[in-house]
Nanobody
Framework: VQLQASGGGLVQPGGSLRLSCATS????????VGWFRQAPGKEREFVTA????????WTSDSVKGRFTISRDNAKSTVYLQMNNLAPEDTAIYYC?????????????????????WGQGTLVTVSS
């Protein structure tokens, strides 16, 4: 499966953005799709993920209550709605996919279980 992340940009603190992860070349319902991010000089960090077929989400405590993941099965696309953004959310955001059968909910945060990665989209939170 191929993934294309989009929707990044410059936003002021407290603002919102919605990222999209469009998938192609695979059967959408077979996958779990996750969002990860990497800030300058830092290691990649798990953000949130969902299982397309069985349902269920898993979200990092650092964004819980501010970020929401959702999907549109008809468009084979996963979204990341980001609200109340803060400067520490500045990062390149990547979406990734792995076969859903490999995941239980608590393992959705494990990057090593994802097989396909998108190219990333830059989110900058600054006034």
């Amino acid at each position: 499966v191929q993934l294309q992340a989009s929707g990044g940009g410059l936003v002021q603190p407290g603002g919102s953005l919605r990222l999209s992860c469009a998938t192609s070349g695979g059967t959408f319902s077979r996958y779990a799709v996750g969002w990860f991010r990497q800030a300058p000089g830092k290691e990649r960090e798990f953000v949130t993920a969902l299982r397309v077929s069985r349902g269920g989400t898993w979200t990092s405590d650092s964004v819980k209550g501010r970020f929401t993941i959702s999907r549109d099965n008809a468009k084979s696309t996963v979204y990341l709605q980001m609200n109340n953004l803060a400067p520490e959310d500045t990062a390149i955001y990547y979406c990734a996919a792995g076969e859903e059968r490999k995941f239980i909910l608590s393992s959705l945060g494990l990057a090593r279980l994802y097989d396909s990665w998108g190219q990333g989209t830059l989110v900058t939170v600054s006034s």
